[in-house]
Structures are given as C-alpha cells and as structure tokens.
C-alpha cells in the first residue's frame, strides 16, 4: 500500500525548472532510495514533501491526503519527519536534551496545563520517548554527554534519534552516510533495518550507491529535475541510462557499486 505518493510535481524558481513533472510512490514499510546527479532535484523533491517549499504543480499524498503546500510543522505532525544534510543538532546540549527537544511535536505543554498540572503527564511522556529514542540507537550509556563531543558517526545517529522522538511513520534521509567511515556505514544500515522492523518507512537521498544497492528495496533515478529510472536495485545497477548518467562520478561509488560490489549486510 503507498504511503507516499508524488504525482506530477513540479517546482520552478523564476526561469529554473528544478523539478519537472516528476511521480514516485513510496510503499509503507519499505526502504525506498532516491538518487541521482549532483542538481537532479533531489533535495528540492524533498524540501516539496517536508513542506519547505510548495510544487509549482502536482500533488503531494501521504495516507491518501493531499499535503501539498501544507506548513512544515503541520506536516511533521501527520508524521512525516525529515532529517538534514548537514547535522541539526545543538551542539552545547547534552545527547539527552538535544533528543528531548524532539520531543516537541507530541509533548507540548501548555500555560494552562501548567497551571492545572496535566504537563506533568506530558513530560514524563517525553522522557520515556527520549529513552526509547536513545536505547534504540544505542546512546542511551552516553545520554549526558554533550553532542558536539561525539564522533560523527554518533552525531548522525543522535540526528535520527532525535527524529525518531518525533515518533514519524515516514521519514525523510537526506544523505545520511555522508562523511562516515566503512564501519559507520554498516552500522547506520543496521540501524536502518532496524526502524522498518519498527514499521518506520524510510526514503533516503544519497550519494553513496553501495549503501544505496545493499540496503534499499526500491529506488528513484532523477537526472535535470526529472524522473530517469526506477526499479529494484538490480534493475537500476543494469539501467544504460543510469550508468551512463552517472559516467565520470566515481566519487559517488557509482562505478562499483554497478559492478555489483556493495556493503555487506
């Protein structure tokens, strides 16, 4: 069943076409890759269903409802949650606060709950969130440490952890693996797996395919904003057009991970 459709969408900036018509369908429960080029619109595709940026055309469904243009906190609270390229994280708070924050969405206290006392259901609420958060991507034993003392393979993990406080049914990767070494790679594929097992559906923009083919089921090929390919990891590794999209990219791993070489499991 989709849980995410993109129909027809299309974002223009003055004469920019960054996105051109382009439709994917993310089934729920899966692990659903977008990849493409260095400007094939991939980031705008993701800005368009965070609600950053509203389509120029076409429609947004998630669940069956028509979400385009909606606030980004709107949208974050039907639970479609969206990490970033470069890490969020308030950097002087401790691993345990930055994951509190994240907490906001489904703990909120008001003045007048205040008053009446019922926050306090809210915030303990919240701090089991938080431990549920941090247990699940083991940085529960580093709770007091402060995130910009972790290393960056840890950084990246607190970011998710942090969303997962959000408690999101879809959630949005952006580049994910970015910076990370071979072990932190497997790791964070691990950790992957582990929130489908949850019931998580992840759609994840990347650069690095061998993580891309070793862990999605299905991906997206966007190439000038709009739609190249799509199909199951096999499928795109033997696709002419991807390949020859991609020629000239060896920094993305694309060569070997079409030659069948990914990470292993």
């Known amino acids: 069943m989709a849980l995410l459709e993109v129909r027809g969408v299309t974002r223009r900036f003055g004469g920019l076409l960054a996105v051109n018509d382009l439709s994917l369908t993310v089934e729920a429960g899966s692990i659903h890759g977008l990849i493409g080029p260095n400007g094939a619109g991939k980031t705008t595709t993701f ?89 699940l991507f083991d940085l529960w034993d580093r709770r007091g440490e402060l995130a910009g003392n972790l290393p960056h393979g840890l950084q990246r993990a607190l970011g998710m952890a942090v969303a997962m406080a959000a408690k999101p049914k879809l959630l949005l990767l952006d580049e994910p693996f970015t910076g990370m070494n071979p072990e932190e790679t497997r ?38 904003g709009s739609l190249l390919a799509e199909g199951e990891p096999e499928e795109i590794r033997e696709n002419p057009e991807v390949v020859a999209a991609y020629l000239g990219a060896a920094d993305f791993g694309i060569d070997k991970a079409l030659a069948g070489e990914t990470h292993a499991a």
Do not use: W
């Open 47 to 135: 800005n368009i269903i965070s609600g950053f940026y509203t389509p120029s055309a076409g429609q947004v469904l998630y669940g069956g409802q028509d979400i385009s243009g909606l606030p980004t906190h709107r949208i974050a609270a039907l639970g479609v949650v969206r990490t970033f390229q470069g890490t969020t994280l308030v950097q002087p708070f401790s691993v345990y606060d930055n994951v509190l924050l994240g907490c906001h969405l489904t703990a909120r206290a008001s003045l007048l709950s205040g008053v009446m006392g019922s926050d306090r259901a809210k915030r303990k609420a919240a701090a089991a969130q938080t431990e549920e958060a941090l247990r």
């Open 187 to 224: 790791r964070m594929m691990e950790l992957m797996r582990r929130l489908k097992q949850l019931g998580v559906t992840l759609l994840l923009v990347e650069h690095d395919m061998q993580a891309v083919m070793g862990l999605c089921e299905r991906i997206t090929v966007m190439n000038f």
